[in-house]
């Protein structure tokens, strides 16, 4: 297995037009976690998968963002509408198991430009 | 609350320097995880170490070193003997037992200058 993998790297796209990524995780994991990342911080937390459910989704996310992950192995990130302040690297993270102990691996992330 | 404060925002040193890295973190779960990760500037988030809670050795890898001091709840990084390709920003993350899901800090941005 050669890691998490998302695609496309880079999206360019005009502002109301919808979006959606793709994350491949390792395939013996079954968390998946998406985040969002902005110049000069941390990863923001998106939404959890423990298989197929999503069992968490942050609060500060609108309406417009939807993720899915409909067999327990690849998801996607869906926004609608996009908008400026949509600009990020939306970075997608697997863990094995399911307790706390276990290291994210993470994807090289996809950069998405609005313009 | 649960959370994890990296004050440094940039740190510039020159190669062959040794240079430490802050992280303070707050939790109030007994067991937990801390982890440090590295960001090159082609995005990746690379993952460098984990600690767990009731583990205060200090660990050494090469020229990577973390101490890991639970008195002060805080978990540094020290590289010894820099190099240009260390530059890249550095993560510290708390994974407590009681949730799923890794805090993060904010990040340094360690630059080497050779």
């Known amino acids: 297995d050669t890691g998490v993998s998302q695609d496309p790297r880079h999206k360019i796209t005009k502002r109301g037009q919808n979006v959606t990524f793709r994350c491949d995780p390792i395939?013996?994991?079954?968390?998946l976690y998406w985040y969002r990342q902005t110049l000069g911080q941390g990863p923001e937390f998106l939404t959890y998968f423990q298989n197929e459910a999503q069992l968490e989704k942050s609060r500060l996310l609108s309406d417009r963002f939807s993720a899915e992950r409909p067999k327990g192995s690849f998801s996607t990130l869906e926004i609608q509408r996009t908008e400026q302040g949509d600009s990020a690297m939306y970075l997608c993270?697997?863990?094995?198991?399911?307790?706390?102990?276990?290291?994210?691996?993470f994807g090289q992330g996809t950069r998405l430009t609005v313009v | 609350a649960q959370k994890v404060t990296q004050a440094q925002t940039e740190i510039s040193v020159v190669e062959k320097e040794d240079v430490t890295l802050d992280c303070v973190y707050e939790t109030r779960d007994t067991t937990y995880y801390l982890f440090w990760y590295k960001q090159p500037p082609s995005g990746e988030l690379v993952f460098l170490i984990r600690?767990?809670?009731?583990d205060e050795q200090n660990e050494i890898s090469g020229r990577y070193s973390w101490n890991f001091q639970k008195s002060t709840s805080s978990f540094n990084f020290t590289i010894t003997a820099s190099q240009v390709v260390d530059s890249a920003v550095y993560f510290c993350a708390l994974s407590p037992r009681s949730n799923y899901q890794l805090i993060w800090g904010a990040g340094t941005k360690l630059i080497i200058k050779p």
């Open positions: 993270a697997s863990r094995e198991g399911a307790g706390s102990s276990t290291e994210a691996f």
């Open positions: 600690r767990n809670s009731f």
């Open positions: 395939s013996e994991h079954n968390r």
